[in-house]
């Protein structure tokens, strides 16, 4: 765990010094867009199994990193707007409490657990495509019904592997996007500056 925590510092950090200063109401809203997509693969593929092992794993850990980044996306959302101490429609409310440097710390290690995940699908990616190139290649070869057969689950497994692959690019932007924000927010916080 401490391992996870100075990597996701280590990764703020590098986030911060390279980053230019972010509009985080924009960031938050396109959060919002990217989380819905992420929502609909959740909800459209959450069960879904093919049969091949590696296109399986790829679903697999797509889904943990849309399940983290939805996760994620609504700490961050929610962090925002209590430390700017609005509520999301803009109105100023004086009784909430901020959330503390440590709470901040820990979500991005979540960010950072996402990380990883997006980090597995991308590897599982390619695993992935190698299956539905051998399936493909099956089909060639297959006869009568079984060619019937196989079309039909390299066309299910096809479309799969592209919706993963969609929603893979969609959680590389919003990991991306948590990890320059987080690092701002902190780094505004330490210099004891206001939002």
């Avoid at 590098?14 to 985080?24: G, K, T, Y």
């Amino acid at each position: 765990m401490k391992k996870l925590f100075f990597i996701a510092l280590a990764m703020i950090a590098s986030m911060v010094v390279n980053a230019q200063e972010l509009d985080l109401k924009d960031v938050i809203a396109q959060s919002e867009k990217n989380k819905a997509k992420l929502q609909e693969y959740v909800d459209t593929y959450g069960s879904t199994t093919t049969g091949n092992p590696d296109v399986d794993r790829f679903g697999k850990s797509i889904l943990e990193a849309a399940k983290s980044a939805i996760t994620n996306s609504d700490t961050l959302k929610s962090f925002y707007y209590r430390e700017i101490g609005e509520t999301v429609d803009g109105v100023t409310d004086v009784t909430v409490h901020k959330p503390s440097l440590e709470q901040w710390a820990a979500l991005s290690e979540g960010v950072a657990k996402e990380t990883v995940y997006v980090t597995d699908a991308t590897k599982g990616a390619e695993d992935a495509a190698k299956a539905v190139t051998k399936m493909s290649d099956d089909v060639k070869n297959a006869k009568g019904k079984d060619k019937i057969t196989a079309t039909k689950n390299l066309k299910n497994v096809t479309k799969f592997v592209d919706e993963s692959k969609s929603a893979l690019s969609v959680l590389t932007v919003e990991s991306a996007n948590q990890t320059k924000s987080i690092g701002q927010i902190i780094s505004t916080l330490k210099s004891g500056k206001n939002l």
